[in-house]
């Protein structure tokens, strides 16, 4: 079956750095998407792999590992915005969307 | 770019009536439109696939005959909650997909906040 991996919920410090990983098992693969889901709110897009490694997008990367099966999502310099549920999802082979449960964050000061 | 809208924002309707969301790609053509529900403090969960002019196809589980889905246009996507019960309340949230190319990104509506009395 096809299966996406993520904690359920993380807690960070305002300013520091977070790590959400993500374990998936799919029928064929075509990338993997990181969504921001605000409470009350539609998931906003994050970030898009499909090659192995890291790809920076100013405060937020996202890495890749395809024979792992891994990803994670890193956050730095968290900001209170940052509280949100974090979303990560796998393209499959009829580059249909497999979602993971989401992953919670929560910042304190 | 990429922006689609939903529309009601929000709904509360009596038990037994249908309620109509919509769907729009308001800056491109979105081949296929994908419905979610979304309980509190739970994932998406997907409820159907539509690809325009053809029928959707619904995740298992999910009753056909009770949410309708029409993709009659590369720009509007319906989902009409039939007879509607409370169990029905739920945030319901549309996605579209241009399609073509290498980057398969679900561009997502703000979501529908249906609550059934």
């Known amino acids: 079956g096809q299966n996406i991996d993520q904690p359920t919920e993380m807690t960070a410090t305002e300013g520091a750095i977070v790590q959400i990983n993500c374990t998936y098992q799919?029928?064929?693969?075509?990338?993997l998407f990181w969504y921001q889901q605000h409470a009350g709110e539609a998931p906003t897009f994050l970030s898009y792999n499909v090659l192995d490694g890291l790809e920076e997008k100013g405060r937020f990367s996202s890495f890749l590992s395809r024979s792992k099966g891994y990803s994670y999502l890193l956050l730095k310099e968290l900001q209170m915005k940052d509280s949100a549920s974090y979303l990560c999802?796998?393209?499959?082979?009829?580059?249909?969307?497999?979602w993971g449960a989401g992953t919670k964050l929560i910042i304190k000061p | 770019g990429a922006v689609v809208s939903q529309h009601p924002s929000w709904v509360i309707c009596k038990s037994g009536t249908s309620v109509k969301i919509e769907c729009r790609s308001l800056?491109?053509?979105?081949?296929?439109m994908f419905w979610y529900r979304q309980f509190p403090k739970q994932s998406l969960m997907l409820m159907a696939t539509?690809?325009?002019?053809?029928?959707?196809?619904?995740e298992q589980g999910v009753e056909k005959d009770k949410f309708l889905i029409n993709h009659a246009s590369l720009t509007l996507s319906t989902l009409t909650v039939t007879s509607a019960h409370p169990e029905d309340s739920s945030f319901y949230i549309c996605?579209?997909?241009?399609?073509?190319?290498?980057?398969?990104?679900?561009?997502f509506g703000p979501g529908t906040r249906l609550t059934v009395t």
């Open positions: 799919t029928s064929g693969f075509n990338g």
């Open positions: 996605s579209a997909r241009a399609g073509g190319g290498d980057f398969y990104e679900q561009y």
């Open positions: 999802a796998a393209l499959d082979s009829n580059y249909q969307l497999i």
């Open positions: 800056d491109f053509q979105a081949t296929t």
């Open positions: 539509s690809n325009e002019g053809s029928k959707a196809t619904y």
